[in-house]
C-alpha cells in the first residue's frame, strides 16, 4: 500500500468517525454545542480530504 492510498483512507476514515459520533450525539438527544462543534469539524475534516484526495489525483496525473 502505497502512503498516498493510506493519506486518503485516514482522511475519510476521519470524517467517517466524526458523521458517527455527531449522528450518536444527535439520537442520544446531546448537548447541541457538541453536535455543533462535532458539524464545524466535518466540514474542516472534509476540505481537508478533499485536499489530499485532489493532491493525490494531481500527483499521479
Not at 475534516?45 to 494531481?58: C, E, G, S
Amino acid at each position: 500500500m502505497s502512503f498516498s492510498n493510506i493519506a486518503v483512507a485516514l482522511a475519510t476514515g476521519a470524517v467517517a468517525v466524526v458523521l458517527l459520533l455527531g449522528l450518536a450525539n444527535m439520537l442520544r438527544g446531546g448537548s447541541p454545542n457538541v453536535s455543533q462543534k462535532l458539524m464545524r469539524w466535518r466540514v474542516g475534516l472534509q476540505f481537508f480530504a478533499i485536499v489530499v484526495v485532489m493532491t493525490v489525483l494531481w500527483f499521479r496525473g
